[in-house]
């Protein structure tokens, strides 16, 4: 079984600014893909980003990047220019290559501050 | 855009009930997940399916079972409900594996259970 390690709980970052989540996880598989879920106040959770093992680039969705480093078995999340909707709490997750289970961190809480 | 619906978003139950929780999707997806959401625990597999009338255990599929007669609806039961199930039930759905996209899945609300 993999597992996936959140080591921060709760974050807080002042409206504009960065943020980095940190995720790090513990697999032997060659092939997988990491995730970064997103679930706002009562919402429903959504992917925010996407990483496939095989690419050395990392992956960009607008003010989401994530750093990805598979020696290092690390996949942190950089939100930039923060604004009050990114307020959520978010989830790292890790699937293995051709497989359909997702396997979660136990999530970081962001607070953006006006 | 996918939908995913859950049948409650609160539910209140007592210790030995029977309870069904319901999900239903929109997008013909094969493939279905039971979750339940604990804090500092994150998201934990009860139970998936990838077909109709086909299941599979996940991490935690103790004191639950599910349902899958028709492919849009993937229903999770338990049969006697006790105290340590109150939590957030969380249901999604996905492509099957290989598909073009296969790798999202879409959640529903949740429904927050509690066992009393």
């Known amino acids: 079984a993999q597992t996936v390690t959140q080591s921060q709980p709760e974050m807080s970052v002042q409206e504009a600014e960065t943020v980095t989540l940190s995720c790090t996880y513990d697999?032997?598989?060659?092939?997988?893909?990491l995730f970064w879920y997103k679930q706002p106040p009562s919402r429903q959770m959504i992917l925010v980003i996407r990483?496939?093992?095989?690419?050395?680039q990392n992956a960009t969705e607008n003010r989401f990047s994530v750093n990805f480093q598979k020696a290092a078995k690390s996949f942190s999340l950089k939100i930039s220019d923060s604004q009050l909707g990114d307020t959520a709490m978010y989830f790292c997750?890790?699937?293995?290559?051709?497989?359909?289970?997702?396997?979660f961190g136990a999530g970081t809480t962001v607070t953006v501050r006006a | 855009d996918v939908k995913v619906t859950q049948s409650s978003r609160y539910l209140v139950k007592r210790t030995g009930e029977k309870v069904f929780l319901e999900c239903v999707q929109d997008?013909?997806?094969?493939?279905m997940f039971w979750y339940r959401q604990d804090p500092g625990l994150g998201l934990r597999l009860i139970y998936f399916?990838?077909?109709?009338?086909?299941?599979e255990k996940g991490d935690i599929p103790e004191g639950y079972s599910v349902s899958r007669e028709k492919k849009e609806r993937f229903s999770l039961i338990l049969e006697s409900a006790s105290t340590n199930q109150t939590s957030m039930y969380l249901c999604?759905?996905?492509?099957?594996?290989?598909?073009?996209?296969?790798?999202?899945?879409?959640f529903g609300p949740g429904t927050r259970l509690t066992v009393t």
């Open positions: 399916s990838y077909d109709v009338k086909m299941k």
């Open positions: 999604a759905s996905s492509l099957p594996a290989g598909s073009a996209s296969s790798y999202e899945q879409y």
């Open positions: 997008m013909d997806h094969e493939n």
């Open positions: 997750a890790f699937m293995k290559a051709g497989d359909y289970k997702l396997s």
């Open positions: 990483q496939e093992a095989y690419k050395q």
């Open positions: 697999t032997s598989e060659s092939n997988y893909y």
